[in-house]
């Protein structure tokens, strides 16, 4: 039996095509989770099966005591895509935001040893681990677990003021998720990131960006940096990354560049030359093969339609999002998020619900105008079961 820590839905899955997925008692289901933003080429993608069937044939498994090509090729394409600069793999997204604390406090002490504290955003969600949990800004994840790590501070997402209040000298970072994903689909405000900037600038602090759910391609850029001018001195990423293989990475540039030397860190899975050589092939196909325009494209139209049901009915608040990384904000008085899903799995529809009452609704970013479609029509059906 399975340790007690999700609640899950009596749902078995077996095999998955596109934007489709099936269960072992034969039915379909339009996937609009793509587990939780991983599956960004949809399921059993030929690209991705034959990426992993090739590489498995050639090496799994080195250690990180050896360099392998297909890490190496990874390296290349994803500095040469994020004009980040130097490249440490993880198994996860929690990883890759463990190993960014660890550069924000070696960074900070070499300066002072008063340089230790890291701001984080209310209503964050930067991962479970003990580390993360400390930077993520819901006390429900994080109350039965306290103490956590010490001297993380929180500071009022997107209000300037707050985070002038709470930054000096002794931040050593600052950390968000451009697009808060977790927590309902919340951007960062141009107001809000410009300042942001500005006091990492002033305190010598790092900008660390979260783009673990919102970065490859999901927003129609590949990351949601482009769209702020900003660029941060450490980015994580992970979930589409590997396109359903475990991979994250933590990204550096600049002065966060050489903080770590030998020693400082490692991992003996991370980046193998088998999850490598399947995320190589994904990153290609996102930013080479059309992927990334079929977003804007099938963002854009699915934004739409979703807006002219928001117009419709008023069981929804709002539509929130960029590219295909969409929240359907509902109005609890009328329906509750968790209700929702579950109505959508009667109509064959798989969604995800996210804080504040939103729905999350995250095709693969190949997703074809007619599954776009279908989804609307069930969404459609779904509100007028209800209503
Ligand atoms: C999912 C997520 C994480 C955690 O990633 P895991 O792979 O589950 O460890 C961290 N930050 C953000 C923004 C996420 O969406």
Not at 25 to 54: P, Q, R
Not at 135 to 154: C, D, H, R
Not at 295 to 302: E, L, P, R, S, V
Not at 334 to 360: C, M, T, W
Request: include cysteine.
């Amino acid at each position: 039996m399975l340790l007690n820590t999700y609640n899950r839905f009596d749902l078995t899955f077996t095999r998955g095509e596109g934007a489709y997925i099936y269960d072992d008692k034969g039915n379909k289901y339009l996937d609009f989770v793509s587990g939780i933003a991983v599956n960004c080429l949809g399921h059993a993608n030929e690209i991705i099966t034959n990426a992993i069937f090739e590489q498995s044939k050639k090496l799994l498994h080195i250690s990180n005591l050896y360099y392998s090509d297909t890490q190496m090729d990874l390296t290349n394409t994803l500095v040469s895509v994020s004009k980040m600069e130097r490249v440490f793999y993880t198994n996860s997204g929690t990883e890759a935001n463990e190993l960014a604390i660890k550069i924000a406090r070696k960074y900070g002490n070499q300066i002072s040893n008063q340089k230790t504290k890291i701001i984080y955003m209310s209503d964050s969600f930067h991962g479970r681990s003990t580390g993360s949990l400390a930077i993520t800004g819901q006390s429900k994840y994080k109350a039965p677990f306290e103490p956590l790590m010490p001297n993380m501070i929180e500071c009022k997402f997107n209000d300037v003021e707050d985070l002038k209040k709470l930054v000096d000298d002794n931040v050593c970072a600052i950390i968000l998720e451009p697009i808060q994903g977790e927590s309902g689909i919340k951007k960062v405000s141009n107001e809000f990131i410009k300042v942001v900037k500005e006091v990492c600038d002033k305190h010598k602090c790092l900008l660390i960006f979260d783009e673990i759910q919102c970065g490859m391609g999901r927003t129609g850029k590949l990351f949601y940096y482009e769209y702020l001018g900003i660029k941060p001195d450490i980015l994580t990423i992970a979930k589409a990354l590997g396109g359903g293989v475990p991979i994250g990475a933590c990204l550096t540039a600049g002065i966060a560049n050489d903080v770590l030397v030998p020693g400082d860190h490692g991992s003996t899975y991370g980046g193998n030359p088998f999850v490598c050589g399947v995320a190589n092939a994904v990153v290609n196909e996102i930013v080479y093969n059309g992927i990334i325009e079929n977003t804007n494209k099938m963002g854009k139209y699915a934004l739409k339609k979703l807006n002219e049901l928001a117009k419709k009915y008023d069981v929804i608040k709002e539509i929130r999002g960029e590219g295909l990384l969409i929240g359907i904000s509902l109005n609890k008085d009328k329906i509750e998020a968790s209700i929702f899903v579950k109505l959508a799995i009667e109509n064959k529809l798989l969604l995800v619900s996210a804080g504040d009452n939103v729905v999350r609704y995250f095709p693969p970013l190949n997703v074809k105008k007619g599954e776009i479609d279908e989804s609307i029509e069930k969404i459609t059906r779904i509100i007028n079961s209800f209503k």
